[in-house]
Nanobody, 127 residues
Framework: QVRLVESGGGLVQAGESLRLSCAAS????????MAWFSQAPGKEREFVAA????????YYADSVKGRFTIARDSAKNTVYLQMNRLQSKDTAVYYC????????????????????WGQGTQVTVSS
């Protein structure tokens, strides 16, 4: 069973940046695609970004394309989300997730494709 621990959230002004980190325990980290999701109060959990096992492929929600960057460091078992030009609409709890299927071809964007979730980290953007 994987354990994911997110960090790096906080309160920032619109236009500023944050970098979220997600540390994964367990072996075989490099066998799994990883993703970030967000959940604002009263809303469904939404896909933000995903990265392939080797980091060679990434995919983003339209709302963050060009502003957010997902990356991974397999030596550290860590996934990152660099968030630039933050907007008030980005305010949410951000969750790291591990794909339910090892060695999956292609990047999934629905939450039911992921079975390992962290506890989340709060990002609040004031305008």
């Amino acid at each position: 069973q994987v354990r994911l621990v997110e960090s790096g959230g906080g309160l920032v002004q619109a236009g500023e940046s944050l970098r979220l980190s997600c540390a994964a325990s367990g072996r075989s980290f490099s066998n799994y695609n990883m993703a970030w999701f967000s959940q604002a109060p009263g809303k469904e959990r939404e896909f933000v970004a995903a990265i392939s096992r080797n980091g060679g492929a990434t995919y983003y929600a339209d709302s963050v394309k060009g502003r957010f960057t997902i990356a991974r460091d397999s030596a550290k078992n860590t996934v990152y989300l660099q968030m630039n030009r933050l907007q008030s609409k980005d305010t949410a709890v951000y969750y790291c997730a591990r794909d339910a299927v090892p060695l999956r071809m292609g990047l999934a964007t629905t939450s039911n494709a992921y079975d390992g979730w962290g506890q989340g980290t709060q990002v609040t953007v004031s305008s």
